[in-house]
């Protein structure tokens, strides 16, 4: 692997770790099978639905991970002492509202001619 790519690296060894998973699920769920704790049918279902879950096919997977990226991205944020981009949205708000009663209040103060 070449060092001056970090993104294919990572990719490569997401590749490899699925493939590692895969294995030693199929190996658990031979073993459950074998000894009565699982029927062949709900292990084979059970594998599909990881496999499915590890290449991005479960939508509600997908859901609950983004909602975890988020929450650590907000934590990290935090610790950085950095505003995220909700913080920075409502801030704009109000300096938008203030700066229009700030023009409404001038208007008020201003001596006609």
Known sequence: MDPSRPLQQLLLRGLGTTS???ERLRGVTQAWVSSGRLDP???SALVDDVLASLRGENPELEKQTERQVERNLDHLLQDLGLARQR???ELRGR???LEQQLRQQQGRWEIPD
């Open 20 to 22: 590692l998973v895969a």
């Open 95 to 97: 300096i938008d509202r």
């Open 41 to 43: 049918a709900q292990a």
């Open 87 to 89: 913080e920075v949205d």
